[in-house]
DNA sequence: TTAAAAACCTAACTTATATTAGGTTATTAG
DNA sequence: CTAATAACCTAATATAAGTTAGGTTTTTAA
C-alpha cells in the first residue's frame, strides 16, 4: 500500500473524525471548511486517497466516501446484560427469571432497565431474529403500535411486534409462514418489554490456532 | 408517540433497509425509486416522520436523516477473541503469551489471525485507547505506515503508531506529553500485528436492579 | 356521507454538492 | 538546480438533492 503525504494524512484524519463526530461520511466542502482550505483541494485530495487505495467513493454522490484503511481504529464498548430465560419466537414455550447468563451488548443500544432473553424458535426471521439469538429488552410495562415486544399471553412468553389499532391488539410474527395472535378482549396480554437489540449467538471458538510468532521487520 | 398510518411505515421500513443495505442514510430520491412514488411524496412522508418524533433531519442536507424510533432493532454479532497479556501503551513493561482470558468483538471487524491485549498506560490516548481498553490486533509480521501496531521493542511489547519515511522507521505515541521511540539499525523491532480494533474495559454490574414487573396493559 | 387529512402527482425552483478548467505556489526527488 | 508532483487557489459549471406550489385522488374519521 502506497505511502500518504502529509497533507492526505491530514485529509484522511479529518474524514474519519468527521464521520465519528457526525454519524455519517462529510461532504467535500464539510471537509474543506474542517481543513481550511477550498473544495477543489479537497476534491483533488480524495481522488489521490482513492488511487492508492485508502478510501472509495461513488462519483457525484453526496456523502459517499467509504473509508478502506482506517488510520485509527474503531472502538467498541460492551456492557454485560443478565440473560433472564428463554423466550419463544414460533410457539410461546418457557416464562422468565431466574438469571442463567450473561450477554454482551454495546453501551450506546441500552435504556432504562434491560435484560436479555434467548430466543427460540423461528417467526420472527424476518426482523433477522432468530433461534438461539438474544433479544436485549428494556423493562416497560407499555409498549407501542408497531414495537417489537416480548410479552406474556397467558402464560407463555412471546417475541412479536405489537398492533395495536384502536381497540383491535395483534401480536404479528415477522415470518410471511405465520398468523398473527389476535387478543381479544378477555386475553390476558401482559407486555414485559420492548426489545431494544438483538445479539446473535456467541462463537466462542479461538481464533488462534497458532500463538503469535515474533518475526522481525 | 404518535401512531404511523401505513404509508409512513412503509416508509421508515425502507429508510431503515435502505440504511443497512448501503451503511448511509438514503437520499430523498433513492427513497422515491425504492417506493415506487416521486420524490415530493417521499419528503412530505418525511415531515410527518418528523412531526410525529420518529426521525430527524437537519433541512437541505444530502442524507442527514436520524432514526429515533427504530422499527426493527439492529443486531450485533460478537466473536470471542484470546487475550493473550498486557501490552504497555506508556512506558513498555510486559510481553505477551498465555491466554488469560476473552473478550467479545463485533465479528465485521476480524480479519485474519487475531487476539487480544490488555492495555497499560496513557500513550495513546488521543487515538482513544486507554488504560484497561483491550486492543484486537491482527497477528501479522510486516505492517505500513501509519498503522497502529503492536511491537517487541527489545523484550518488552508496546503499542504506537507506525511511522515508517524510508530508513528511519518511529514508534510514535498518540499522546501530545510524549515523545516518539527511534528504531536504530540495531535495535530489535519486531511487529506482532496491527490494531484492528478497541474494546474498552468491560461493566459487568448488572443493569437490572429489580426482577421486571409484570403489568398488564 | 361528508369533511379533513393523507398520499400521491407534475412542474418548477433553490440550494448543496460534486466536478472541471486553468492557473500559482510549495515540496519533493533525482 | 530543476523537473515533476502535490497542494493550493479562483471562477464556473453540472448534477444531485431538497423543497415549494398547486393540484387530483384516496383514505380516514366524524
Known amino acids: 500500500m502506497e505511502q500518504l503525504t502529509n497533507a492526505q494524512n491530514t485529509l484522511l484524519q479529518a474524514i474519519e473524525r468527521?464521520?465519528?463526530?457526525?454519524?455519517?461520511?462529510?461532504?467535500?466542502?464539510?471537509?474543506?471548511?474542517?481543513l481550511g482550505v477550498k473544495a477543489p483541494s479537497v476534491f483533488e485530495g480524495l481522488k489521490r486517497l482513492e488511487d492508492k487505495?485508502?478510501?472509495?467513493?461513488?462519483?457525484?454522490?453526496?456523502?459517499?466516501?467509504?473509508?478502506?484503511?482506517?488510520?485509527?481504529?474503531?472502538?467498541?464498548?460492551?456492557?454485560?446484560?443478565?440473560?433472564?430465560?428463554?423466550?419463544?419466537a414460533g410457539q410461546p414455550i418457557l416464562a422468565l427469571e431466574n438469571q442463567i447468563g450473561q450477554v454482551m451488548v454495546p453501551d450506546n443500544v441500552l435504556r432504562g432497565k434491560c435484560f436479555a432473553l434467548k430466543v427460540q424458535g423461528d417467526s420472527?426471521?424476518?426482523?433477522?431474529?432468530?433461534?438461539?439469538?438474544?433479544?436485549?429488552?428494556r423493562q416497560q410495562p407499555i409498549a407501542e403500535n408497531s414495537d417489537i415486544?416480548?410479552?406474556?399471553?397467558?402464560e407463555e412468553a412471546t417475541?412479536?411486534?405489537?398492533?395495536?389499532?384502536?381497540?383491535?391488539?395483534?401480536?404479528?410474527?415477522?415470518n410471511q409462514k405465520l398468523k398473527p395472535i389476535i387478543i381479544g378482549q378477555q386475553d390476558e396480554l401482559k407486555i414485559i418489554g420492548k426489545v431494544l437489540h438483538v445479539c446473535s449467538g456467541v462463537d466462542?471458538?479461538?481464533?488462534l490456532d497458532e500463538p503469535p510468532r515474533r518475526i522481525t521487520t
Open 159 to 174: 417475541v412479536k411486534r405489537l398492533s395495536i389499532e384502536g381497540e383491535h391488539i395483534e401480536l404479528r410474527p415477522e
Open 124 to 137: 420472527m426471521i424476518d426482523a433477522d431474529i432468530f433461534e438461539g439469538d438474544y433479544v436485549v429488552v
Open 53 to 88: 487505495g485508502y478510501i472509495r467513493r461513488q462519483a457525484r454522490k453526496a456523502r459517499s466516501i467509504e473509508i478502506l484503511h482506517a488510520q485509527t481504529p474503531d472502538k467498541t464498548n460492551l456492557m454485560a446484560v443478565p440473560v433472564l430465560g428463554m423466550v419463544a
Open 204 to 207: 466462542t471458538e479461538a481464533l
Open 18 to 34: 468527521l464521520k465519528r463526530a457526525m454519524g455519517m461520511s462529510p461532504t467535500v466542502q464539510e471537509l474543506a471548511v474542517e
Open 149 to 154: 415486544v416480548v410479552a406474556m399471553v397467558g
